[in-house]
């Protein structure tokens, strides 16, 4: 007897811990459920093992979830949301573990110099606070700096697009191919 | 590209899945039911080749899409149950799903009846 609660309670410790992605509520909740779930199935007689078997490892369980609200978080405009399904999915799919951090660090890397670039310029311009102006201002480079840091800006921002409709095609493919097996 | 065995189960999965969904949807239109008694009796539906592992994370779908709402209730006999209600959405839902899965079925009728006779 004392194994088989060790053997539930592994098992939702385990699914717990697999769930770590997800919030606070959404995990508490989802525990519940499939320790009611065992907790109803032991009561009509079925044995533990063959209960645990039919639910899956919690791994693959937990999985199950998470692309269920891998898919809802990527129609979601928060760039936050999006970030946080990409990190997910880079557990999920071989090939997420290359694109995604490439268009993460493409997407970010390229929005923080443009940035950079159009203070520069403005700095150069002598528009900038005191401290930061350059003398002598040389016009023409102060604006080139600020096309060009807007064009990496606008680079930088496509990436993320890219970035948000990856994660949803990689997000659906993988709930096609998991779901039901 | 090429119709292999992956794409056929994919197709598999795809049919099973939207019938699924239904299925589902159809089993609490008279009355909320909780998780373990849905599952299991979707389980136990041997055509449909659902098992609880994946049941569960579909009824969540259902939910985030809005389309069943849950309520908690304690049990007599052990720990809290959650049970699986449709909403206004879920219940127009259905309706619609229904009326194509009927149509589809006869106009799948028509031809198969021809290559099984």
Redesign the interface.
């Given at each position: 007897m004392t194994e088989q609660t060790d053997a539930r309670s592994d098992y939702l410790q385990r699914f717990d811990h697999s769930l770590a992605q997800m919030g606070a509520a959404d995990r508490m909740?989802?525990v519940?459920?499939?320790?009611?779930?065992i907790?109803?199935?032991e009561?009509?007689g079925s044995p533990l093992e063959g209960?645990l078997e039919?639910?899956?490892t919690p791994d693959?369980?937990a999985r199950?979830?998470a692309?269920?609200?891998l898919?809802?978080n990527t129609q979601a405009r928060s760039p936050i949301r999006v970030v946080r399904a990409a990190a997910l999915l880079t557990t999920m799919s071989l090939s997420s573990l290359l694109v995604v951090p490439v268009l993460v660090v493409t997407s970010l890397g390229f929005v923080v110099s443009g940035v950079l670039a159009v203070l520069a310029g403005i700095a150069g311009l002598g528009l900038g606070p005191e401290t930061v102006r350059i003398s002598p201002p040389t016009y023409a480079g102060a604006m080139a700096a600020i096309a060009v840091g807007v064009g990496v800006i606008g680079v930088g921002l496509l990436a993320g697009l890219g970035l948000r409709a990856y994660v949803s095609w990689a997000a659906r493919a993988l709930r096609?191919?998991r779901?039901?097996? | 590209m090429v119709w292999n065995e992956d794409s056929a189960a994919e197709w598999a999965a795809q049919l099973r899945r939207g019938v699924l969904e239904l299925c589902v949807l159809g089993a609490i239109a008279e009355e909320p039911r909780y998780g373990y008694e849905l599952v299991t009796a979707l389980a136990a539906t041997a055509p449909l080749a659902a098992v609880e592992g994946t049941v569960y994370p579909l009824l969540r779908r259902l939910k985030q899409a809005g389309l069943v709402e849950t309520t908690w209730r304690e049990s007599t006999s052990g720990p809290p149950r959650q049970y699986y209600r449709l909403t206004p959405i879920g219940r127009r839902a259905l309706r619609s799903m229904r009326t194509s899965w009927r149509d589809l079925v006869q106009g799948v009728d028509t031809f198969a009846g021809e290559m099984v006779g």
């Open positions: 909740e989802l519940a459920e499939i320790r009611s779930h907790a109803e199935a009561q009509a209960i039919r639910l899956g693959r369980l199950g979830y692309v269920t609200s898919v809802s096609t191919a779901l039901l097996n | -």
